[in-house]
């Protein structure tokens, strides 16, 4: 169970076998069903979720109603809203599980906790928001100065298997183009190779 997010955690620090025991000790496992809200708007988010199985989406609803696709989040990613997690203010976004989900979970105290008992972990969880905000960063540049050709391309480099696993409505969604337009997109591509 806790494999890949010790090889996720050993690619970031150094933990000696009781720093690790302890990291291990103090994750929460859960077995989520699909289609579960692990986050509603107005809330606040309490959790910080590393992703062992399973395919989670991040959204919000615009002014028009419409739900808006942030992020996906698969095998080996972490899941939350940092702001809301972080200042305990209330989201504005939804997470939902798209599939059967088993997550390792952390709640802000147990995570304070940690960073107490494992300071080492500090540079972990730096070099992890760090790594999000340049792929934030990377995405809103793209989305500005891309075609939606490249960035249902780029989409398609950056999550292969995703395509197969999450309905089509909710990458037009993340691509910020109709589901029309993803399908003549798809089917060009799919002649084109």
């Known amino acids: 169970m806790f494999q890949n997010i010790n090889a996720y955690v050993s690619k970031c620090v150094n933990l000696s076998p009781r720093e690790l025991e302890y990291f291990n000790a103090i994750l929460e496992h859960k077995v989520i069903p699909k289609k579960t809200m692990l986050l509603q708007a107005g809330n ?76 080492k972990l500090e540079r972990m969880f ?21 075609t939606a050709t490249e960035k249902y391309l780029e989409f398609l480099k950056r999550y292969p298997a ?9 990458i037009a969604s993340y691509l910020g183009i109709s589901p029309e337009f993803l399908s003549r997109l798809r089917t060009r591509h799919l002649r084109n190779n």
Not at 69 to 95: G, H, P, R
Not at 126 to 146: D, E, W
């Open 44 to 119: 606040i988010c309490n959790f910080e979720a590393y992703v062992i199985k399973g395919c989670i989406r991040e959204y919000y609803i615009d002014g028009h109603g419409a739900e808006v696709t942030l992020q996906f989040a698969v095998e080996d990613w972490w899941v939350s809203d940092i702001t809301s997690f972080q200042d305990q203010k209330v989201s504005n976004m939804y997470i939902e599980t798209l599939e059967d989900c088993e997550l390792l979970m952390l709640s802000r105290q147990s995570k304070e906790q940690l960073l107490v008992e494992v300071p």
């Open 126 to 146: 730096r070099l992890m928001i760090q790594r999000h905000l340049s792929a934030v960063q990377n995405r809103l540049f793209k989305t500005i100065t891309n």
């Open 162 to 170: 995703l395509p197969q696993r999450v309905p089509q409505h909710y």
